[in-house]
């Protein structure tokens, strides 16, 4: 049996008020959980220091899950930022509910010690698939993902929001009183097209 363990852990910056995060991360959770309830094994889980985790039976499942996540604290303007690890670990042969639960075990214990060596990186993404091609090929992906995300400013997110929600900026001009020329301007500027194309480029690689 198959199962993709998601962890993540809030980046913590001394400007961030752990109280308010913890709430606004409880909220986030609770949203995704409802939206995907059906590509989970296990929901996303609040453990501790801001800190969450999950377990589906797909890599496409959990990696849509991580982009929904990722547009979710846009959509609401929350300016924390999260490091996600994906983990495929694979239980061969189910002999009991107490060996699997014994090797699901080991498995999170492998993604919260890769979870600590991502905080020390500037990477936000560590994918860790049965597949070392593919993980590469799917890490230097997210580089260029996160690159993107994390060129919006929280001053932008409200737009930003509004292209991801439309994606045509003559609405997007239309509902933020801007003239044709400005919503594609502004389109451009915030590389939407290259971030969609991204994602497919992510959906597309397994």
């Known amino acids: 049996m198959e199962h993709f363990i998601l962890m993540a852990e809030v980046i913590q910056t001394k400007d961030l008020n752990k109280d308010s995060v913890d709430s606004d991360l409880k909220n986030v959770t609770s949203v995704i959980n409802k939206i995907h309830k ?18 589906t ?36 042969t189910i002999h009991s509910k107490h060996s699997a639960y014994e090797r699901l075990g080991l498995g999170l214990i492998d993604a919260r010690d890769r979870l600590k060596l991502i905080k020390k990186t500037e990477s936000r993404f560590l994918i860790a698939t049965n597949n070392e091609k593919t ?3 799917l890490n230097n992906l997210f ?10 400013k929280k001053n932008d997110f409200e737009l ?16 933020f009183n801007l003239n044709m020329s400005s919503g594609w301007r502004r389109e451009k500027s915030l590389k939407l097209k290259q971030y969609y194309t991204i994602k497919e480029m992510i959906l597309s690689a397994f």
């Open 57 to 92: 039976n797909s890599l496409q499942h959990a990696i849509e899950i991580i982009f929904d996540i990722e547009e979710c604290l846009i959509e609401n303007s929350l300016d924390f930022k999260l490091k996600y690890v994906l983990y495929h670990d694979y239980i061969k």
């Open 160 to 175: 930003v929001s509004a292209f991801l929600n439309n994606k045509n900026y003559k609405e997007v001009a239309s509902l």
């Open 38 to 55: 059906n590509k989970f094994i296990t929901t996303l889980d609040i453990l501790f220091d801001n800190e969450f985790q999950g377990i």
């Open 135 to 137: 993980s590469l090929y």
């Open 143 to 152: 580089l260029i993902y996160g690159d993107y995300v994390d060129s919006w």
